[in-house]
């Protein structure tokens, strides 16, 4: 009766973990995009499952080859079609010149672990080998997940050149690396969770029958070997590539401990990694992303050697997350502002051209600035200018919502100013920060 009891806890977590990850599996393909399904980056295994495919979304627009984002959706291990939830990752990130690869791996009932790390890494080694085809750039590779998904994102950050990791699935003698990894709220040390399950409860990680002890073929206290194996802290070191990763403290599937001990071990390590903990949100993306928690969570970074510990600095929003990965994939500044104005008593007009400097289209974009003195907007054209207390943001009219690369779009506003009316010190396109230009 317990094992029965067990059992259906642990179908219950993973329909929970679908569901809670925020992303839809049933949205349409996003504009400018076109989708490649089901695409086999190694034969079946066992026959007729879905594990070794993948999907990707492919931008029809901007210029090329275009940086990858390879996104697994979390299952507790218990599904073999993970590239399910792309489809909201590239509504997302199509626009903004992003490729996005959903890849499946097979489930824990199928195989046991290594078997999911060798398939997400023979993944990868395909879309290396095929990125001429699909104009990818094989030297910008970003990696995303949630739950299970975040844990198979931080083993293919973390275990670059790990031989034992790669297995032989699939296409070889290609490099499985990433450039970067984005992961949210993700297991690490299976042995621990339950000693840092929440004073409310949690679940019985220990349970021959929990989602860490199918994975690794055996009830974890029992081969604690094989779970050191399956932990991303093993492979921590400070060659890694750049990780972020999200957990909110009243994570009820996943302790939160789970990545206080990732991050002191990157730590440790002289690694470089951002660690941002959201107080009250529990296992799911919503919250993990909810505007009401904002200038609430704990960010620590660890680089160099060196760490800042601060409070609200990151709000987890798409905008930022976007900023990290093309910091990781060394995209650089992608804009220039232009700003000028004509200035009469008491009023004033102003002019603003942004210039996309980078290597990706910007489609629907958002400039913001903050004034140095009390000019208040009345009004603006060819974009929606509003303004709250100093902060101003322009938001694109629609028509003039590309930019391509090395090309601009324009746009005006009236506003009023009494004294010094001083020139704005910084410009935010999409949250990056753009050179100002005479």
Not at 377 to 382: A, Q
Request: aromatic residues 8%.
């Amino acid at each position: 009766m317990q094992a029965r009891i067990r059992m259906a806890m642990t179908a219950v977590m993973a329909v929970t973990m679908l569901a809670a990850t925020g992303v839809s599996t049933a949205l349409a393909p996003p504009a400018h995009a076109q989708v490649v399904a089901d695409i086999a980056y190694a034969p079946a295994q066992p026959a007729g499952s879905r594990g070794h495919l993948l999907d990707l979304h492919l931008p029809s627009t901007g210029i090329t080859p275009r940086p990858l984002i390879i996104w697994h959706t979390g299952s507790a291990w218990t599904s073999d079609d993970g590239k399910a939830g792309a489809d909201a990752i590239a509504a997302i990130f199509n626009p903004l010149g992003f490729a996005v690869a959903g890849v499946s791996v097979r489930s824990s009932a199928q195989a046991i672990f290594p078997a999911q790390v060798h398939d997400m890494k023979a993944a990868i080694r395909w879309l290396r080998a095929n990125a001429a085809t699909y104009q990818l750039d094989p030297n910008r590779f970003a990696i995303m997940g949630d739950s299970s998904g975040g844990w198979l994102t931080e083993m293919a950050t973390l275990s670059g050149g790990v031989a034992a990791m790669e297995g032989t699935v699939g296409t070889t003698g290609v490099s499985s690396a990433v450039q970067v990894g984005l992961a949210f709220y993700s297991p690490t040390d299976f042995l621990q969770m339950n000693a840092q399950n929440l004073p409310t409860g949690g679940l019985d990680h220990n349970s021959p029958a929990s989602p860490e002890s199918l994975l690794v073929g055996c009830p974890i206290q029992t081969c604690p070997a094989a779970v050191a194996q399956a932990n991303p802290m093993t492979y921590a070191d400070a060659n890694d590539p750049p990780l972020m990763f999200l957990h909110g403290q009243a994570d009820f599937l996943v302790p939160h401990g789970q990545s206080v001990l990732l991050y002191n071990r990157i730590k440790a390590q002289c690694g470089d990694a951002t660690f941002v903990s959201v107080p009250a949100a529990d296992h799911m993306m919503p919250q993990i992303m909810d505007p009401a928690q904002h200038g609430l969570q704990t960010v620590r970074t660890t680089t160099d050697c060196g760490e800042t510990v601060s409070t609200g600095t990151f709000n987890p929003t798409w905008a930022n997350f976007t900023t990290f990965l093309r910091s990781g994939l060394k995209m650089g500044n992608a804009c220039e502002v232009t700003y000028s104005t004509g200035v009469w008593t008491g009023a004033f007009n102003g002019s603003v051209t942004i210039r996309n400097t980078g290597t990706t289209p910007v489609d629907r974009w958002v400039l913001t600035w903050t004034w140095p003195g009390n000019q208040q907007v009345t009004s603006g054209w060819n974009a929606t200018v509003t303004q709250t207390g100093t902060q101003v943001t322009a938001r694109d009219a629609g028509h003039n919502s590309y930019i391509g690369p090395g090309s601009s779009q324009s746009f005006g506003f009236s506003a009023t100013a009494t004294g010094t009316n001083g020139i704005p010190a910084q410009f935010k396109l999409n949250n990056i920060v753009c050179t100002r230009v005479p």
